[in-house]
């Protein structure tokens, strides 16, 4: 193996557990993060960020020397580059992150080393960053298309592990590798299979990029359907999760689940990565983009029809006198991510816009949450008059409340 030493940019959570794998296969890891809080914490072998058996990973790997963290770039033979593509303004893409990743490690770059973008990017950033070393480094023959020979090789390979099951994907999942030429995807196959045991299949940057995005933007459309359905559904009383549940005894039928909208920092995002580039083509795409972000917004006007209809079971009260409880925070079940979450939009639109008291529950989330009151699960079970059912942590799946004003977008009570 070519790779003793391997950097990776950007120690969140596709990142951290990147390094730590490389680390768990002896492999010298040095980790890069402009958060300094990230970086004290990993080197004390702890992680800032909650993800079943990354902990052992990550202690495992700084017990053991294979993996440290520091707030500037060294020298390495392969860097990976892990840094967050938000969007900005008008929805289009906010490369900022990568272009401060490039011009950082541009320095400690030497000939033979190969540059990994593994951020999920528009079509065309894998090349825009290769341009952008080439500026810092006119010293260096950068190839910047498939014709390009070049001192260095440069590629892209999107992660495409799910949150909550990151370790074990990390390994099985299957690889595209995209490299900007051929000898280029070459090294990235070797780099990967160090760790990965699923296949790693070779193609070129932009149609890696492309695919990371029509994975997300799938599922994505394939969502919406589901939160068409729960609307559709509601205003012809008929329950949602049965209707779902007997159409899927199709055998070519497979419709997901509904809930309070879409979030996180992937499928609410990348979708937009390809309706800004070719928004006249993109017309299912961008539809169920308006499904899934309008699914917040009317959760929050069923919220309000229950505390309406509470006042009026209870004619003596008043709004002010009304208790509502928001059991789940964050963008999906079992984890800390806030990111994008849908059910964090809906407390917080609740907390501002109504009259009534609103408190929130989240069992993954230690301490303050902003702009949104938070109490322990008992403590809202106990004093509120209407329960709002926003993420099926498994705290919230062992009980079925007594409570007859229930908003419960997940399906579960
Ligand atoms: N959701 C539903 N109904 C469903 C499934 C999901 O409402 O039936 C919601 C979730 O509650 C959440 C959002 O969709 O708010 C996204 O959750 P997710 O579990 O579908 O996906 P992510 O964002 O955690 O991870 C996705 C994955 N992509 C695909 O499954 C195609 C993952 O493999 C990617 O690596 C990740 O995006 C990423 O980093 O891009």
């Not at 892209?156 to 051929?182: K, Y």
Request: glycine content about 6%; overall charge negative; some cysteine.
């Amino acid at each position: 193996m070519s790779f003793e030493t391997i950097s990776v940019v950007g120690l969140g959570y596709i990142g951290l557990p990147t390094a730590a794998m490389f680390a768990s296969r002896k492999i010298k890891v040095i980790g890069v993060d402009v958060n300094q809080h990230a970086v004290d914490t990993i080197n004390k072998g702890e992680i800032h960020i909650v993800e079943p058996d990354l902990d052992m990973l990550v202690h495992a790997a700084v017990t053991q020397g294979y993996l440290k963290a520091a707030t500037t770039p060294e020298g390495a033979d392969a860097f990976l580059i892990a840094v967050p593509t938000p969007f900005k303004g008008d929805h289009e893409p906010d490369l900022s992150y990568i272009e401060a990743a490039a011009k950082a490690i541009a320095p400690v770059i030497e000939k033979g080393n190969l540059v990994i973008l593994e951020s999920t990017s528009p079509v065309g950033a894998t090349e825009e960053m290769a341009k952008w070393i080439a500026e810092a480094r006119p010293d260096l023959s950068v190839p910047l298309k498939e014709s390009d020979d070049g001192d260095i090789f440069v590629a892209h390979c999107p992660e495409r592990v799910l949150p909550g099951h990151v370790v074990r994907e990390l390994v099985e999942n299957d690889r595209v590798i995209g490299g900007i030429n051929s000898r280029s995807s070459e090294k990235a196959v070797e780099l990967y299979q160090s760790f990965v045991v699923g296949e790693c299949v070779v193609t070129n940057a932009r149609t890696a990029e492309m695919a990371k995005l029509t994975e997300n933007a799938s599922r994505d459309v394939s969502i919406a359907f589901a939160n068409e359905l729960s609307l559709i559904c509601d205003e012809l009383a008929i329950n949602v999760w049965e209707l779902i549940e007997l159409a899927n005894r199709h055998p070519r039928v497979n419709i997901l689940q509904p809930g309070p909208g879409v979030g996180g920092h992937c499928i609410a995002v990348d979708p937009w990565f390809i309706i800004n580039k070719t928004p006249e083509h993109a017309v299912l795409t961008s539809a169920a983009r308006a499904v899934n972000d309008g699914k917040p917004g009317w959760t929050v006007s069923k919220v309000e029809q229950q505390v309406s209809r509470f006042l009026e079971d209870n004619k003596t009260m008043h709004a002010d006198e009304v208790t509502v409880a928001c059991f789940g925070l964050a963008f999906k079940p079992d984890i800390d991510d806030l990111r994008e979450s849908p059910a964090l939009e809906i407390a917080k639109q609740l907390t501002i816009e109504s009259e009534s008291r609103v408190v929130c529950v989240e069992p993954n989330v230690e301490g303050r949450v902003d702009g949104v009151e938070i109490v322990d699960l008992l403590e809202a079970l106990e004093i509120a008059d209407i329960y709002v059912l926003l993420v099926d942590h498994k705290q919230f799946k062992k009980f079925n409340p007594k409570c007859e004003y229930i908003v419960d977008t997940r399906g579960i009570w």
